[in-house]
């Protein structure tokens, strides 16, 4: 399975840095990753509302000319499907079984995704109603990627 994380911005932080290479190291074993960052805007911050579209439909575009056309499209959105640990590493069981080889996750910027990206994607994914800083989700996403395969292999896991 090639597994991309899309993502707006890149990860100045060396704490995340070093988590998400941790995960990286550890998904190896189960999956081919990959993580494809996109130059994010800056952000006025009084930007009015037609300010803020405008950045997340450029922000969009760039994600957009990284989406293959072949592969499953997973956007992090408040708005999306909530799954528990087991609820997630079934549906990504049910469509490695179904013939899906490649999934793209897209993370988006400050202000979220683009009406665009969300009408691209196959499944709309939220962790919760609350919102987290983008750099951070890198990280949850990835913990419940690999926690995914340990569940759907059995193999030990925190709980």
């Given amino acids: 399975m090639q597994i991309d994380i899309l993502c707006v911005g890149k990860i100045k932080e060396s704490f995340f840095r070093n988590a998400i290479e ?3 190291k550890r998904l190896s074993r189960y999956c081919r990753l990959s993580e494809i960052e996109v130059a994010d805007e800056k952000t006025p911050d009084s930007a009015s509302a037609e300010e803020e579209r405008q950045i997340k439909e450029k922000e969009g575009d760039r994600l957009l000319s990284k989406i293959h056309d072949g592969a499953y499209v997973v956007a ?3 708005e999306g499907k909530s799954y528990s640990s087991e609820e ?4 990504l069981e049910t ?3 179904r013939g899906v080889s490649h999934i793209q996750f897209v993370i988006g910027g400050s202000l979220g995704l683009s009406p665009a990206v969300l009408r691209r994607a196959d499944l709309l994914l939220s962790f919760s109603k ?3 800083p983008h750099q951070l989700m890198r990280v949850i996403l990835l913990e419940q990627i690999y926690r995914s395969y340990r569940i759907q292999r059995n193999e030990p896991y925190h709980k």
């Fill in 22 to 24: 941790e995960y990286k």
């Fill in 76 to 78: 992090l959105a408040i």
């Fill in 88 to 91: 997630l590493a079934k549906e």
């Fill in 95 to 97: 469509l490695a079984v």
């Fill in 130 to 132: 609350m919102t987290f």
